[in-house]
């Protein structure tokens, strides 16, 4: 069993649509979690730390479950920018497990 | 304050040729971590290295690839005789410590004919 796993999508939605998605983590001893963004061919960028209370930062929703070991990342009011494929990143001790990334394309 | 630096941004090899990889990572960053990327895949880490140690290699295939981080220059990363599998982006990341978040550099994409 992988790591971490997400959906893969590919998400096609509207401009102004809200789009979630959630991704999984199998080992119990994960510390820290983290939404990253990764444009075609660049470098993942981070989007947003994640935290069991739940956090927002603008239009980005994160929450944590850590008792079903999911993450959560809900996008508000999409943008035409927030096309990009999101990585679920778990780390423990040092090591970060990336998901393979979701895919979100946000169209005119 | 420079971000973590990666060169060269693309590297073109033949088969059986080395690559080296540079990394230099951000300032007041000692913490240096490589990653690699396969087409249509998502990253995995390789190694991870302290200043002139290895601290974790556990992801590095255990021929042909070596790296390093020593107390002067740039992280590098080694792949001896390389084959057209290790095509890919390798990614390199640092961090001021290993609980922090990690930044990564722009990447070297590596293409092996």
């Known amino acids: 069993r992988k790591e971490v796993e997400q959906d893969p999508g590919p998400f096609n939605v509207p401009e102004g649509a809200t789009v979630a998605f959630n991704c999984t983590y199998s080992n119990s001893a994960s510390q820290s979690f983290f939404w990253y963004r990764q444009d075609c061919r660049k470098e993942p960028k981070l989007l947003m730390s994640v935290y069991s209370s739940g956090n927002e930062d603008g239009r980005f929703t994160a929450q944590l479950n850590r008792a079903s070991q999911y993450i959560s990342l809900l996008i508000r009011d999409s943008k035409l920018s927030d096309s990009a494929t999101y990585l679920c990143v778990v780390i423990r001790d040092y090591k970060l497990s990336f998901g393979a990334g979701t895919t979100v394309t946000v169209r005119a | 304050n420079a971000g973590v630096m990666q060169n060269p941004r693309h590297l073109v090899r033949r088969r059986g040729q080395e690559a080296r990889l540079r990394c230099s990572p951000m300032?007041?960053?000692?913490?240096v971590y490589w990653y690699r990327q396969l087409p249509e895949e998502g990253l995995k880490f390789m190694v991870y290295l302290q200043k002139e140690n290895i601290i974790d290699e556990s992801g590095m295939p255990k021929e042909r690839f070596s790296a390093e981080f020593p107390k002067e220059g740039p992280s590098i990363l080694r792949i001896q005789q390389v084959v057209r599998g290790d095509s890919a982006a390798y990614f390199c990341a640092s961090s001021p410590n290993p609980e922090n978040i990690q930044y990564f550099g722009a990447g070297t994409r590596l293409s092996v004919l």
């Open positions: 300032k007041g960053h000692s913490h």
